[in-house]
């Protein structure tokens, strides 16, 4: 029988390399036992993935590119060879009567649409159109209600009415000029009662009739009528009563309208005079003097 201190020492180091095994196979590396990856120090930054940009950079980025995409408006064609700058002529308007035109020339896109007197027409206004034509396109109405009395016709008061037949001729005066009218702010000129139904045009829709020119007008001007005008231009004759147009001109500079009376020499009511030509030239220079 072997003695037990033989094997005493034996059993002890079997114990411990088994336990030095056991601790062995329990332990990992730092990156092994954490459940978050290991990371390093940046080397470096760089421009995000498309997948992992943020919302708002990729939106920013296509609201770009649409913008950059978006095709230019082509530019307008040339007023055409044929269009008379030097003379007034007729212009058919369908669905109306015909207007009398004396087109500007380029770069002025500027309507300036007349009113005649009732029962007249819109002749005696030839004096003073060549001079208007630096100023925008003349476009002269014509009235299409018949006086019964007397020869010629006069104007509808309904301002829907008149407006769709400004809206007919405008139509066909823009697409005589290859689109070069501006039919959103327009120049409203009148004589008589010409100049009432302009008034009340103006009233009707003020932000569309900027400028205004009112020769012997039958009444005193509204100011309630003028609220979106940035001149208003108010002639009278020497040889008519001109009382109640002067009054209305200061009731318009009273409520901070710019306003004017201008007198036409030797002029009796429904003519320009003498010195319609020259008044007139300066009627249109004063209007106009602050537009863009």
Same mark, same amino acid.
Request: aromatic share 6%; charged share 25%; net charge neutral.
């Given at each position: 029988?072997?003695?037990?201190?033989?094997?005493?020492?034996?059993?002890?180091?079997?114990?411990?390399?088994?336990?030095?095994? &056991?601790?062995?196979?329990?332990?990992?590396?730092?990156?092994?036992?954490?459940?978050?990856?290991?990371?390093?120090?940046?080397?470096?930054?760089?421009?995000?993935?498309?997948?992992?940009?943020?919302?708002?950079?990729?939106?920013?980025?296509?609201?770009?590119?649409?913008?950059?995409?978006?095709?230019?408006?082509?530019?307008?064609?040339? =007023?055409?060879?044929?269009?008379?700058?030097?003379?007034?002529?007729?212009?058919?308007?369908? +669905?109306? =009567?015909?207007?009398?035109?004396?087109?500007?020339?380029?770069?002025?896109?500027?309507?300036?649409?007349?009113?005649?007197?009732?029962?007249?027409?819109?002749?005696?206004?030839?004096?003073?159109?060549?001079?208007?034509?630096?100023?925008?396109?003349?476009?002269?109405?014509?009235?299409?209600?018949?006086?019964?009395?007397?020869?010629?016709?006069?104007?509808?008061?309904?301002?829907?009415? &008149?407006?769709?037949?400004?809206?007919?001729?405008?139509?066909?005066?823009?697409?005589?000029?290859? +689109?070069? =009218?501006?039919?959103?702010?327009?120049?409203?000129? +009148?004589?008589?009662?010409?100049?009432?139904?302009?008034?009340?045009?103006?009233?009707?829709?003020?932000?569309?009739?900027?400028?205004?020119?009112?020769?012997?007008?039958?009444?005193?001007?509204?100011?309630?009528?003028?609220?979106?005008?940035?001149?208003?231009?108010? &002639?009278?004759?020497?040889?008519?009563?001109?009382?109640?147009?002067?009054?209305?001109?200061?009731? &318009?500079?009273?409520?901070?309208?710019?306003?004017?009376?201008?007198? =036409?020499?030797?002029?009796?009511?429904?003519?320009?005079?003498?010195?319609?030509?020259?008044?007139?030239?300066?009627?249109?220079?004063?209007?106009?003097?602050?537009?863009?």
């Amino acid at each position: 029988m072997k003695a037990p201190a033989r094997d005493f020492p034996r059993a002890r180091v079997a114990l411990l390399l088994s336990s030095m095994a &056991l601790l062995s196979a329990c332990r990992t590396t730092p990156a092994q036992d954490s459940s978050e990856p290991a990371t390093t120090e940046p080397q470096g930054r760089t421009a995000p993935s498309e997948d992992t940009r943020s919302p708002a950079s990729s939106d920013s980025s296509r609201a770009a590119t649409a913008h950059a995409e978006v095709p230019k408006e082509p530019a307008p064609e040339p =007023l055409p060879e044929d269009l008379n700058f030097d003379r007034i002529v007729d212009l058919p308007v369908p +669905g109306d =009567l015909a207007v009398r035109v004396l087109h500007a020339r380029a770069p002025q896109s500027r309507a300036l649409a007349y009113f005649h007197g009732m029962c007249s027409s819109s002749t005696p206004a030839d004096i003073w159109a060549k001079k208007a034509a630096e100023y925008g396109t003349v476009i002269m109405l014509r009235a299409n209600i018949p006086c019964g009395d007397r020869p010629g016709n006069k104007w509808s008061k309904d301002p829907a009415e &008149l407006t769709a037949r400004l809206d007919r001729a405008l139509a066909a005066v823009k697409e005589a000029r290859n +689109g070069h =009218l501006d039919t959103d702010r327009i120049a409203l000129l +009148g004589y008589s009662q010409g100049a009432h139904r302009i008034e009340v045009l103006a009233g009707y829709a003020p932000e569309r009739y900027p400028w205004l020119i009112l020769g012997g007008p039958p009444e005193a001007a509204v100011p309630a009528n003028f609220k979106g005008a940035r001149a208003v231009a108010v &002639l009278g004759g020497d040889l008519e009563n001109t009382d109640h147009m002067r009054q209305g001109v200061q009731l &318009l500079t009273h409520k901070g309208i710019k306003a004017r009376f201008f007198r =036409l020499p030797a002029s009796y009511h429904g003519t320009f005079g003498p010195k319609g030509e020259e008044v007139m030239a300066e009627v249109l220079a004063w209007t106009f003097e602050d537009s863009e």
